[in-house]
Structures are given as structure tokens and as C-alpha cells.
């Protein structure tokens, strides 16, 4: 049996982990959930606020699923061309839970202004993104959707059904792009 020197199976064990981020960084486009699915939410807090609480909901629910599927294959077709992938079950079920709880939450959780209650289930969907990613960005992200969510219902609860959604979906749409933007920059 070979004694393995402790310096050198440091080296290795650091090597792998470094490889692992980096794969991790390859497979992750945070820009792209964040244009898609902030554009999917403007368009869907405006349509509410032009349309009203039952408009909003219909929208949220119809944009949410088109912009979870065009995330999907942003990311299938990301991962083939590439030349990496990763099992996209974990995912596919972390945005059905995450759908599950923010349209129950706003059935069942009275927030004012009603769009709340949806925005808090996303940040418990995104928290648990975050740890299918190990990415702190995206822990970030999520307190950031909870805490303006939580700013607008201590600051703002009389602000009309869709307002919330609209700010959410904008700073989601311009944060993306700003990412995006930076990316294509350093590269």
C-alpha cells in the first residue's frame, strides 16, 4: 500500500474542487433567468395593473410556465453546445414546488398588496435554486425578491394589485441585461 504525501493530495483535492466551480460557472447563465423571467413578469404586473387582480393572475400563471420553459431550453441547448450538462429533474421540480407554493401562497396567504404572497414563494424557490447551484448570487437574488416584496408590504400595502409584480419583473429585466452586458464585455 502507497503512503499518499499530504501536500500533493491537498493539490489534487484542490484541483478537483477547482474544476467543479469552474464547470459550475460553464453550466450557470444567471443573466438568462433573470431577462426572461423579468420581462415574463412586467408584461404580466403592467397587464395587471391595466386589467386588474384577475388579469394579473392569469398573466403571472401563463408567464411563469412559457418563461420556465424557455429558460429550460436556453439551458438544454447552452449544456450541448458546450459540451456540459447536468440532470435537469432537480430543477424541473424546484420550479414545480416553487409554481405550487406561490400560487398557493396567493390563494391562501391574505398580503397587501395581493401580489406578495406569489413574490415570497419565488424567494423560497429561489433559495432552493440556490442550493442546487451552491451559488451565493443567487441566495442573493432570492433575499432581494423577499426583501422588496416585504418593503412593499410594510411600505407600500395600499399600492395597486400588480405594482409589486411590475418592480420585481423590472429590476429582474435590467439586472439580466446588466449581467448579460458584463459578460459579453469580459469575455
Request: charged residues 10%; proline residues 7%; hydrophobic residues 65%.
Given at each position: 500500500m502507497a503512503v499518499v504525501d499530504a501536500q500533493a493530495a491537498r493539490t489534487a483535492l484542490t484541483g478537483?474542487?477547482?474544476?467543479?466551480?469552474?464547470?459550475?460557472?460553464?453550466?450557470?447563465?444567471?443573466?438568462?433567468?433573470?431577462v426572461v423571467f423579468g420581462a415574463a413578469m412586467l408584461g404580466a404586473g403592467v397587464g395587471g395593473l391595466a386589467f386588474g387582480p384577475s388579469a394579473l393572475a392569469l398573466l403571472q400563471i401563463?408567464?411563469?410556465?412559457?418563461?420556465?420553459?424557455?429558460?429550460?431550453v436556453f439551458y438544454r441547448r447552452r449544456g450541448m453546445r458546450i459540451g456540459l450538462r447536468r440532470r435537469s429533474w432537480p430543477?424541473?421540480?424546484?420550479?414545480?414546488?416553487?409554481?405550487?407554493?406561490?400560487?398557493?401562497?396567493?390563494?391562501?396567504?391574505?398580503?397587501?398588496?395581493?401580489?406578495?404572497?406569489?413574490?415570497?414563494g419565488a424567494t423560497v424557490?429561489?433559495?432552493?435554486?440556490?442550493?442546487?447551484?451552491?451559488?451565493?448570487?443567487?441566495?442573493?437574488?432570492?433575499?432581494?425578491?423577499g426583501g422588496i416584496a416585504a418593503a412593499f408590504s410594510a411600505?407600500?400595502?395600499?399600492?395597486?394589485?400588480?405594482?409589486?409584480t411590475s418592480v420585481e419583473g423590472g429590476i429582474a429585466l435590467a439586472s439580466g441585461t446588466a449581467l448579460l452586458v458584463l459578460v459579453r464585455w469580459r469575455a
Open positions: 478537483v474542487e477547482d474544476l467543479r466551480r469552474t464547470t459550475r460557472a460553464r453550466l450557470f447563465a444567471l443573466w438568462c433567468p433573470m401563463s408567464a411563469s410556465i412559457l418563461a420556465a420553459v424557455i429558460v429550460m430543477f424541473a421540480a424546484v420550479s414545480a414546488v416553487g409554481f405550487a407554493l406561490s400560487f398557493s401562497a396567493a390563494a391562501l396567504v391574505p398580503t397587501h398588496p395581493a401580489d406578495v404572497g406569489p413574490w415570497l424557490a429561489c433559495l432552493a435554486f440556490a442550493a442546487l447551484q451552491r451559488s451565493g448570487v443567487v441566495a442573493l437574488w432570492a433575499v432581494a425578491i411600505l407600500a400595502p395600499t399600492a395597486p394589485v400588480g405594482a409589486l
